[in-house]
Every structure is written in structure tokens, then in C-alpha cells.
């Protein structure tokens, strides 16, 4: 038998509003049957493929959908398990020349009591961007989001955040700009040597407790996590005394995670600390397809430099840190760093403490090694 496919020309005539405001909107009407066959189509269907709508109605679902798009939306719904499934989709549609359109699609696989059981019914929309690489970023609506919602996971927030201011100042990419800036870095001591017997599970769970920890404090402290390098951190903050609020609070839960370790005759994991302050180029390293939004300077340098000289369980900062923090701090020692490539040796203090007003107005002194992490020692005790 030879099926010609129907052009809607009508609906019911308390549908006409409907079907004549979707017209003039650019949404195409589209029925296709559960083995591909277009079975009906509004008339801007033709207008937008390049085709008559004779020559349409010869044509499957096959014909007119980008190969991946198709595969989406029709091999997918062939399973039992995804019938009867609401369809939000981004793909491309194929005119008669072969060019590919983009378009918004959605609609439905129903396999009910209505004229055509098991028909896709779909209400699609020409989507044209600006930025054509935009378009390739098809599928599923909902697939598209939780893959976007893992991919947050591993990006700074601040990151998206100026992505978007970005985008509403017209650029293609998040300008440079010089700042001043705290930044921190800390290191987790010996840790090959440490991973070296352990098999790769227990080493993964071992980094997420202690750089995972470090991590949550630094963002609690309004920190950025530029990176996360294995066993190693660098983060950016934009007031000092946060960074070194941050940097007491994480050596006292590593002071306090040993205290535990030790219980179970492990042995003890720790970091090492340095936190700088100064000027710096935050902006974008890399190509067009993959590019890095990350700090440049020297002052990033000398807190790496600080990181490296500090002795381990310590936390050492530079001059230019203190002068921000001097009246919050406990100096224990102080040093000077010969630094490759400086005329000047790099002035820095150890600290063991840090002192701040908290959300209530209270006074607050932390330190290192405080009458909690007695309370631990007396536990191994």
C-alpha cells in the first residue's frame, strides 16, 4: 500500500489560534509514524527543508533527521523501557541540500488509543545561533544537564560566574585583568612514598579525607580551588586573613587526623603550607578548543617558593601577607628564602595561630594544637 503523507491544514476549530500562533512563531507540527513514515506535517515543514510536499511525503524520519539526532530520538524508543517517553532534544534536521539545521525538538512516543498507535508527535523549533559551535551541543535535555551538573563539579564556581559576565560584555572568552590577591598553596608531604605500598582505591579514599577536607575548608573561607594536583592544592583568596584562617584551620584537622591514624598504628600524613600576597594576571592560558582561567605572576611564584621551604605541619607566609594580618597572628620564627632568579631573599614567619571576630560578634583563637586536639592526645593516651 502507498502512504502519502497529509499536510495539517486544519485542526479542530478550537485548535485554529493554536496551530496559526505556532506557524507564526516558526514551530513546525510533525507526526511520524513507529516505523519512521511521515504520516503529517504543517505546512512550514516543506518551507523550512527546501522541499514541496510531495517530494516530502516521500520522504522517512530517516531522511530528514541528522544521523545522530535520529539515532537519539527513534532507535532509543525502540526499547520498551523508553516508550511512552516525553522527548526535549537539541539536534539537527537535514534540508535538501544536505545542510544541517539545528533545532529544538519535542514531543512524545505514545503508544495509546489515538488515530496512530505509537506515533512520535513532536512540535519542533529552528534554533539558529550566533556562534555556530554552539550547535554542536545535542541530545537530551535532561542528559545534557546532569553531564553539565558533573562537569561543575570539577570547575571553580567563580569560573562560570564570569563566564557570564563575560557573555553579557560581549566576549568570547573571560578577559584578563590584574588583581591583588592571596594565594595558598599546600602540599601533602612524602605522599608517593606513602602511596607507594597502598593499593590505588586506598590511596584515592586517603586523598579525598585529607585534600578533600583542605579543599572544603578553603571554600568555606571564601577561597577559590584553582587546582587540585594530586596531593597538592593551590587556591586564591581575595582577603589574606581568610587564607590564613584557612591554613591554621587545615594543619589543625591534620593535627587531629594523625591523633586518630595513630590510634590504628598508621602512620602520619602531612602538609605543608605557604600563603603570599601581591599583584597578579588572572586570565586565560591555552588554545581555542581547551584554555585555562588561572593566575600568572610573581607573587604566585613565592607562595609556591613559601610552600616548598615551609618544614612540614607548618604554615609560613610572606611579609606582604603579614602586614595584611600582623594584629591577627601568633609568629613563632621567622626566615629568609634565597630565591632563584630574585636579587632580594624573601622574607617569611611561621605561624601557629590566628585570631578573628566570628558571624556573631564573638572573639575567636585558633590554633594548631588547642585544648581539642589535647582532647584527641589524651584519647591515645
Same mark, same amino acid.
Given at each position: 500500500?502507498?502512504?502519502?503523507?497529509?499536510?495539517?491544514?486544519?485542526?479542530?476549530?478550537? /485548535?485554529?489560534?493554536?496551530?496559526?500562533?505556532?506557524? $507564526?512563531?516558526?514551530?513546525?507540527?510533525?507526526?511520524?509514524?513507529?516505523?519512521?513514515?511521515?504520516?503529517?506535517?504543517?505546512?512550514?515543514?516543506?518551507?523550512?527543508?527546501?522541499?514541496?510536499?510531495?517530494?516530502?511525503?516521500?520522504?522517512?524520519?530517516?531522511?530528514?533527521?541528522?544521523?545522530?539526532?535520529?539515532?537519539?530520538?527513534? #532507535?532509543?524508543?525502540?526499547?520498551?523501557?523508553?516508550?511512552? #517517553?516525553?522527548?526535549?532534544?537539541?539536534?539537527?534536521?537535514? /534540508?535538501?541540500?544536505?545542510?544541517?539545521?539545528? !533545532? @529544538?525538538?519535542?514531543?512524545?512516543?505514545?503508544?495509546?488509543?489515538?488515530?496512530?498507535?505509537?506515533?512520535? @508527535?513532536?512540535?519542533?523549533?529552528?534554533?539558529?545561533?550566533?556562534?555556530?559551535?554552539?550547535?554542536?551541543?545535542?541530545?537530551?535535555?535532561?542528559?545534557?544537564?546532569?553531564? =553539565?551538573?558533573?562537569?561543575?563539579?570539577?570547575?571553580?564556581?567563580?569560573?562560570?560566574?564570569?563566564?557570564?559576565?563575560?557573555?553579557?560584555?560581549?566576549?568570547?572568552?573571560?578577559?584578563?585583568?590584574? *588583581?591583588?590577591?592571596?594565594?595558598?598553596?599546600?602540599?601533602?608531604?612524602?605522599?608517593?612514598?606513602?602511596?607507594?605500598?597502598?593499593?590505588?582505591?586506598?590511596? +584515592?579514599?586517603?586523598? =579525598?579525607?585529607?585534600?578533600?577536607?583542605?579543599?572544603?575548608?578553603?571554600?568555606?573561607?571564601?577561597?577559590?580551588?584553582?587546582?587540585?594536583?594530586?596531593?597538592?592544592? +593551590?587556591?586564591?583568596?581575595? =582577603?589574606? $586573613?581568610?587564607?590564613?584562617?584557612?591554613?591554621?584551620?587545615?594543619? *589543625?584537622?591534620?593535627? +587531629?587526623?594523625? &591523633?586518630?591514624?595513630?590510634?590504628?598504628?598508621?602512620?602520619?600524613?602531612?602538609?605543608?603550607?605557604?600563603? =603570599?600576597?601581591?599583584?597578579?594576571?588572572?586570565?586565560?592560558?591555552?588554545?581555542?578548543?581547551?584554555?585555562?582561567?588561572?593566575?600568572?605572576?610573581?607573587?604566585?611564584?613565592?607562595?609556591? #617558593?613559601?610552600?616548598?621551604?615551609?618544614?612540614?605541619?607548618?604554615?609560613?607566609?610572606?611579609?606582604?601577607?603579614?602586614? @595584611?594580618?600582623?594584629?591577627?597572628? @601568633?609568629?613563632?620564627?621567622?626566615?629568609?628564602?634565597?630565591?632563584?632568579?630574585?636579587?632580594?631573599?624573601?622574607?617569611?614567619?611561621?605561624?601557629?595561630?590566628?585570631?578573628?571576630?566570628?558571624?556573631?560578634?564573638?572573639?575567636?583563637?585558633?590554633?594548631?594544637?588547642?585544648?581539642?586536639? &589535647?582532647?584527641?592526645?589524651? !584519647?591515645?593516651?
Amino acid at each position: 500500500m502507498n502512504h502519502t503523507a497529509e499536510n495539517i491544514n486544519s485542526l479542530k476549530s478550537g /485548535d485554529i489560534y493554536l496551530k496559526e500562533l505556532l506557524s $507564526l512563531l516558526g514551530y513546525i507540527i510533525l507526526e511520524i509514524s513507529d516505523t519512521g513514515r511521515i504520516l503529517r506535517f504543517s505546512k512550514n515543514l516543506p518551507e523550512t527543508l527546501g522541499y514541496n510536499k510531495f517530494q516530502l511525503s516521500g520522504l522517512t524520519a530517516k531522511d530528514i533527521f541528522f544521523e545522530q539526532t535520529y539515532t537519539d530520538l527513534f #532507535r532509543r524508543h525502540t526499547q520498551k523501557s523508553n516508550r511512552d #517517553r516525553k522527548i526535549n532534544y537539541r539536534g539537527f534536521m537535514t /534540508d535538501a541540500n544536505g545542510k544541517k539545521i539545528f !533545532m @529544538h525538538i519535542s514531543g512524545i512516543h505514545q503508544e495509546d488509543e489515538s488515530s496512530n498507535p505509537g506515533a512520535y @508527535h513532536f512540535v519542533i523549533h529552528r534554533l539558529d545561533l550566533p556562534d555556530k559551535s554552539l550547535s554542536l551541543d545535542t541530545g537530551y535535555y535532561d542528559e545534557n544537564l546532569k553531564a =553539565n551538573k558533573i562537569v561543575r563539579r570539577y570547575l571553580p564556581p567563580v569560573l562560570y560566574e564570569q563566564a557570564k559576565h563575560a557573555v553579557k560584555d560581549g566576549h568570547d572568552k573571560i578577559p584578563d585583568e590584574v *588583581k591583588y590577591l592571596t594565594f595558598l598553596f599546600a602540599d601533602l608531604v612524602s605522599f608517593t612514598t606513602f602511596a607507594e605500598n597502598k593499593n590505588p582505591k586506598e590511596v +584515592m579514599e586517603t586523598l =579525598n579525607l585529607s585534600i578533600g577536607a583542605a579543599s572544603a575548608t578553603i571554600v568555606h573561607w571564601n577561597g577559590v580551588m584553582d587546582k587540585i594536583m594530586g596531593d597538592a592544592i +593551590m587556591a586564591i583568596f581575595e =582577603n589574606p $586573613l581568610d587564607a590564613v584562617i584557612a591554613a591554621v584551620e587545615i594543619q *589543625k584537622q591534620f593535627y +587531629m587526623f594523625n &591523633q586518630l591514624r595513630s590510634l590504628q598504628s598508621l602512620e602520619n600524613l602531612n602538609i605543608r603550607i605557604g600563603i =603570599n600576597t601581591g599583584n597578579c594576571i588572572y586570565g586565560s592560558i591555552g588554545m581555542d578548543k581547551y584554555m585555562e582561567w588561572t593566575v600568572i605572576g610573581d607573587a604566585v611564584n613565592s607562595a609556591s #617558593r613559601l610552600e616548598k621551604s615551609c618544614t612540614v605541619g607548618g604554615i609560613l607566609i610572606s611579609k606582604e601577607t603579614l602586614g @595584611h594580618v600582623k594584629e591577627n597572628v @601568633h609568629v613563632t620564627d621567622s626566615t629568609q628564602l634565597q630565591v632563584k632568579g630574585k636579587k632580594h631573599s624573601l622574607e617569611a614567619y611561621y605561624i601557629d595561630q590566628v585570631s578573628f571576630t566570628g558571624t556573631n560578634n564573638e572573639a575567636i583563637k585558633l590554633s594548631i594544637q588547642d585544648e581539642f586536639s &589535647q582532647d584527641f592526645q589524651d !584519647m591515645k593516651l
